[in-house]
């Protein structure tokens, strides 16, 4: 994710086809380790496309995904009934659970080792 968070930095920053030069730079500025070829991947991969179409084509696959809400917005299915109050043990045992998971302060480790 830095290597193309770099890039999309470098092309803002006023290079129409950013170099690893430029990636390593940045990556480097912030203390992160660089990895040439990552950024030549990235690079080459990136060659001779356009930001904006690169952009616009992330959007239109991102268009059929559901991004939650889901059946918790559909209509009511006609059960009235207030679903009872959380308890302070409630909260202490999803806290737990929470951590248990993974979502504690490492972050959830979708991504695993790979940085791109």
């Keep these: 994710m830095k290597y193309?968070?770099?890039y999309a930095l470098a092309w803002?920053?006023?290079k129409a086809s950013p170099s690893v030069k430029d990636l390593e730079s940045i990556?480097?500025?912030s203390g992160s380790d660089?990895?040439?070829n990552k950024a030549n991947a990235l690079v080459e991969a990136l060659k001779d496309k356009s930001v904006h179409e690169l952009i616009a084509s992330g959007?239109?696959?991102l268009g059929g995904i559901s991004l939650g809400a889901g059946a918790a917005s559909s209509a009511p299915t006609g059960d009235t009934k207030a679903a009872p109050a959380e308890?302070?043990?409630d909260k202490k045992e999803t806290k737990q659970e929470d951590e248990?998971?993974?979502m504690g302060e490492g972050g959830l480790g979708l991504f695993g080792d790979e940085e791109w």
């Design 59 to 61: 959007k239109a696959k």
């Design 4 to 6: 193309i968070a770099a």
């Design 27 to 29: 990556i480097k500025a």
């Design 12 to 14: 803002l920053g006023g």
């Design 100 to 102: 248990d998971a993974g």
């Design 34 to 36: 660089f990895d040439a």
């Design 87 to 89: 308890t302070k043990d």
